[in-house]
């Protein structure tokens, strides 16, 4: 099983230095985790930055996955992450989710590079 963060959808439906990264994860649907958390943050960024035509293209795909809401277990595994990793809400959520779903979680988010189950990569800078 796969959980992509946020940051890592972005960069697969950007087309950034890293999309070829996230491409495997986010391309078998069939083994993919989605947290709900993560299409709040990917559908408000594509609304910022380009439009809701496109957020909503991008979330139909993530929804091709399983997507997982937000339980009380989740919650409570996220808030001891959290305290535990110094991690923001929205990635120790997506972590907690991975964890729950024995999902190796994908990411270049550099706060979560060598924890347990994450596949790291560091984010290129472009421009």
């Known amino acids: 099983m796969n959980v992509v963060d946020s940051s890592g959808w972005l960069e697969y439906f950007g087309h950034g230095g890293n999309s070829a990264f996230f491409a495997p994860a986010i391309q078998e649907t069939q083994a ?3 947290p709900t958390i993560s299409l709040f943050e990917v559908y408000k960024k594509i609304v910022m930055e380009r439009d809701e ?4 293209a991008a979330i139909g795909w993530m929804a091709l996955g399983k997507v997982v809401d937000l339980t009380e ?14 991690l923001p809400l929205a990635d120790s959520v997506i ?30 800078r472009t421009g």
């Not at 035509?53 to 909503?56: D, F, Q, R, V």
């Not at 907690?96 to 596949?119: C, F, K």
């Open 73 to 86: 277990e989740i919650a409570l595994d996220a808030a001891t992450l959290s305290l535990e990793r110094k």
């Open 95 to 124: 972590l907690a989710t991975a964890y729950l779903h024995h999902a190796t979680l994908w990411t270049q988010d550099e706060h979560l590079r060598g924890l347990e189950g994450v596949r790291y990569v560091a984010k290129r």
């Open 53 to 56: 035509e496109e957020a909503l």
């Open 32 to 34: 993919l985790v989605v």
